[in-house]
């Protein structure tokens, strides 16, 4: 199954009991999502990046439009499990994908539950735990580890099973900066080492300039799509709508605006260097 994801004029509304016309959530979307792409959707509360982020894998269904998986229909009912094995979900609480008392049992439950053979979820679990620096950890109880350890158990999870895609929906709201920088550390390795695709939903503005590509969303609709500094150069539409660039792009944008030029800048090490050849001019 290639793992491209097509998301053509995808429009959605939560049904709810005495209103007949709910407004769309999702208004007219349209995204590919090539094959080992790292893409962040940010975008304010509300504006629709996570009923997106649920889409994906059929856990949504669209009001109008399509969703293709690697070419299958999410609103066919028996494509879905094919779909859910090639496109794993990690949600923002892991405790709530956590089921087991050891880490490595807890790795383990996904592939199971596929009906996979005992010596290959053997394999499985070893080199998920691998991928995301956790082997050390495999015969701990999870309730004794940190938040960002969590997490990174609830992926090596969903990589047991082997997807080619893993939406991870705002997987680092209820960590420290700490927790989060390791998260995002692991979703990086995964693409630049295993090949995988992944969507990441986030506010973080600084987590977002990682990936390979940002798409911007507001009220429903996407409103910008490119690499993060050609996103991030238009900071007066981002803050309109409520999003903060980086505080290294804030900054370079205030110095242009005095006639000092930075650059596109979109990190501390890249504002420093570019303030450094200024000093040195």
Do not use: W
């Amino acid at each position: 199954m290639a793992t491209e994801i097509e998301i053509k004029n995808v429009s959605f509304r939560y049904e709810s009991e005495g209103v007949t016309d709910p407004p769309p959530v999702l208004d007219g979307v349209s995204l590919t999502i090539k094959p080992g792409e790292f893409v962040a959707v940010l975008g304010h509360n509300g504006s629709g990046k996570s009923t997106l982020a649920k889409h994906l894998n059929g856990i949504l269904l669209p009001s109008e439009g399509e969703v293709l998986a690697g070419g299958l229909d999410t609103r066919k009912e028996e494509n879905l499990l094919t779909i859910r094995q090639h496109v794993g979900m990690v949600f923002q609480n892991p405790d709530n994908q956590i089921v087991a008392t050891v880490v490595e049992e807890d790795v383990a439950f996904g592939p199971e539950n596929l009906g996979i053979p005992p010596a290959e979820i053997r394999d499985r679990v070893k080199a998920a735990l691998e991928a995301v620096d956790m082997t050390a950890y495999r015969e701990h109880a999870p309730h004794q580890l940190s938040g960002g350890q969590k997490q990174r158990v609830a992926i090596a999870g969903v990589l047991a099973m082997r997807p080619d895609v893993i939406v991870l929906d705002e997987p680092t709201a209820m960590l420290d900066p700490q927790g989060r920088a390791e998260v995002i550390e692991t979703v990086k390795k995964l693409c630049r080492e295993e090949g995988l695709t992944a969507v990441l939903i986030t506010h973080y503005m600084n987590e977002a300039a990682e990936a390979d590509r940002c798409v911007v969303m507001n009220d429903g609709r996407v409103v910008l799509d490119g690499t993060p500094r050609e996103v991030f150069r238009e900071v007066e539409l981002l803050e309109k709508m409520g999003l903060e660039v980086p505080q290294a792009t804030k900054l370079a944008h205030e110095l242009r605006k005095r006639g000092i030029e930075l650059g596109d800048v979109i990190n501390v090490e890249e504002c420093v260097a570019a303030l450094r050849e200024q000093l040195e001019r």
